[in-house]
């Protein structure tokens, strides 16, 4: 099986650190935060990796050079877009897609085993503690716990007979169009968009 990585996005909530690189080449405890996704796919011998790249993409293979396939956009495309093009190198009739910017643990076997098309779910904690309460009084506090809500992780299983657009998200532009099959995720899943949650993401990836 292949893999595409989405990686075009300029961070700007990451601002000044993506001034001079790209999102995924910022890095999390000392090594660029796409190199969790490469490591990620190569456990399940993910045979072909390809990144869709664009604001400052050459610094992705400045680094990686020939180790990976570089899709790279002239303008932005949107997450259908990118797909779409980087579907030329792709040989699989089933592939991985996934965020530059999403750390996780999906188990790949078991989400084959479920079959294409899938989008990979998990619970959200609570961005603060939460209290219970009876009667007017205070029950218990609950630390971030995790909500009863199930959100979309940003790794999907798809096969080559989904149409997508040539430019514009494919949350909104297919996934609303077609049956989709939900793979719960219980494992790890850390997301990066600030500083905070790089400082957040060093943290946790230590403690795993």
Same mark, same amino acid.
């Given at each position: 099986?292949?893999?595409?990585?989405?990686?075009?996005?300029?961070?700007? &909530?990451? &601002?000044?650190?993506?001034?001079? +690189?790209?999102?995924? +080449?910022?890095?999390?405890?000392?090594?660029?935060?796409?190199?969790?996704?490469?490591?990620?796919?190569? &456990?399940?011998? !993910?045979?072909?990796?390809?990144?869709?790249?664009?604001?400052?993409?050459?610094?992705?293979?400045? $680094? $990686?050079?020939?180790?990976?396939?570089?899709? !790279?956009?002239?303008?932005?495309?949107?997450?259908?877009?990118?797909?779409?093009?980087?579907?030329?190198?792709?040989?699989?009739?089933?592939?991985?897609?996934?965020?530059?910017?999403?750390?996780? /643990?999906?188990?790949? &076997?078991?989400?084959?085993?479920?079959?294409? /098309? =899938?989008?990979?779910?998990?619970?959200?904690?609570?961005?603060?503690?939460? !209290?219970?309460?009876?009667?007017?009084?205070?029950?218990?506090?609950?630390?971030?716990?995790?909500?009863?809500?199930?959100?979309?992780?940003?790794?999907?299983?798809?096969?080559? /007979?989904?149409?997508?657009?040539?430019?514009?998200?494919?949350?909104?532009?297919?996934?609303?169009? !077609?049956?989709?099959?939900?793979?719960?995720?219980?494992?790890?899943?850390?997301?990066?968009?600030?500083?905070?949650?790089?400082?957040?993401?060093?943290? =946790?990836? /230590?403690?795993?």
């Amino acid at each position: 099986m292949d893999a595409i990585i989405l990686a075009g996005g300029q961070g700007k &909530r990451l &601002r000044p650190l993506t001034d001079h +690189m790209p999102k995924c +080449m910022v890095p999390i405890n000392g090594k660029p935060m796409i190199q969790y996704q490469i490591d990620w796919l190569k &456990r399940y011998n !993910v045979k072909k990796i390809v990144v869709a790249a664009g604001y400052k993409w050459k610094k992705i293979k400045e $680094y $990686y050079g020939d180790q990976l396939i570089y899709s !790279v956009e002239k303008e932005p495309l949107g997450t259908g877009g990118a797909i779409k093009q980087a579907l030329r190198y792709i040989d699989s009739h089933d592939y991985i897609v996934a965020n530059c910017d999403d750390i996780n /643990n999906v188990d790949i &076997r078991k989400l084959e085993k479920m079959g294409s /098309n =899938a989008v990979c779910l998990s619970k959200l904690p609570s961005p603060f503690g939460v !209290v219970e309460i009876e009667k007017s009084m205070v029950k218990k506090f609950r630390q971030k716990p995790l909500l009863p809500h199930w959100v979309n992780i940003g790794i999907y299983l798809l096969n080559k /007979n989904l149409e997508l657009p040539d430019s514009g998200p494919i949350e909104d532009l297919v996934f609303t169009k !077609v049956k989709l099959k939900a793979y719960k995720h219980t494992g790890y899943w850390i997301t990066v968009n600030t500083e905070k949650d790089l400082e957040d993401a060093e943290k =946790a990836l /230590n403690k795993k």
